[in-house]
């Protein structure tokens, strides 16, 4: 009986336990500058910020200045720098407008401490620094790829609906970012769960009646 109990009742959990999903940081190739992920709004930076709202301290750049900000390598574009060379904070924000399950950008001469944050609702879901993406190649290198990577964050069911970039040194660097909006998955409801227990506790009392009569 406790046996059956288990086999009836794991499937229940499995759905109860897989309505949320861990952030997944993924590298692309190296010399990928741009997103491969389907169904992205990009945000090139060429025509201005081009998110709903961006605040904070940061300036739309091209080529380099020494020691104020380095142009992405393998790009040769404008693109996003934070802070602004004279910050009066260490970061930006970027206002989506929607709901996104997905955002990547090439982040540029990475730095163990260039910050990327998401937040949903004002509320922090999830922050990374250079180093915990890239480990020991978090160390500025301006002409290699292995400091200058496109890189994806994959929310899965969970979602965000602001960006912040900080820097707590030197410039934090960025092109190509790209967002995808987050399409809603109907999840198994309480009332579907208590549903699916009730079925489950039919077809036990069912199997042991089958038992008891043979």
């Known amino acids: 009986m406790k046996?059956?109990?288990?086999?009836?009742?794991?499937?229940?959990?499995?759905?109860?336990?897989?309505?949320?999903?861990?952030?997944?940081?993924?590298?692309?190739?190296a010399g990928q500058t741009t997103t491969s992920v389907a169904d992205t709004t990009t945000i090139d930076f060429n025509s201005g910020c081009g998110y709903v709202a961006c605040s904070g301290d940061f300036i739309?750049?091209?080529?380099?200045?020494?020691?104020?900000?380095?142009?992405?390598?393998?790009?040769?574009?404008?693109?996003?720098?934070?802070p602004h060379p004279s910050a009066s904070t260490l970061s930006a924000d970027f206002t989506l407008g929607t709901v996104a399950?997905?955002?990547?950008?090439?982040?540029?001469?990475?730095?163990?401490?260039?910050?990327?944050?998401f937040y949903l609702n004002n509320t922090l879901v999830a922050s990374?620094?250079?180093?915990a993406i890239v480990g020991q190649f978090a160390d500025g290198n301006q002409l290699s790829y292995s400091s200058n990577r496109y890189i994806n964050f994959d929310f899965v069911s969970e979602?965000?609906?602001?960006?912040?970039?900080?820097?707590?040194?030197?410039?934090?660097?960025?092109?190509?970012?790209?967002?995808?909006?987050?399409?809603?998955?109907?999840?198994?409801s309480a009332?579907?769960?208590?549903?699916?227990g009730l079925i489950s506790l039919t077809l036990m009392r069912r199997q042991l009646k089958?038992?008891?009569?043979?």
Do not use: C
Not at 6 to 27: H, K, M, N
Not at 101 to 117: E, P, R
């Open 159 to 188: 979602s965000f609906d602001r960006v912040r970039l900080t820097s707590h040194g030197f410039a934090f660097e960025s092109d190509n970012h790209a967002f995808r909006k987050l399409v809603a998955v109907t999840e198994p």
């Open 128 to 131: 990374f620094s250079g180093s």
């Open 60 to 82: 739309l750049a091209t080529g380099s200045q020494s020691g104020l900000y380095a142009q992405p390598f393998g790009t040769n574009t404008q693109y996003l720098s934070v």
């Open 3 to 29: 046996n059956l109990m288990r086999s009836l009742l794991l499937p229940l959990l499995f759905i109860a336990g897989s309505a949320s999903a861990v952030p997944i940081v993924s590298l692309s190739a």
């Open 210 to 214: 089958t038992v008891e009569l043979k």
């Open 101 to 117: 399950n997905y955002f990547g950008l090439f982040w540029g001469s990475i730095d163990s401490y260039n910050f990327v944050s």
């Open 191 to 196: 009332a579907l769960l208590l549903l699916l």
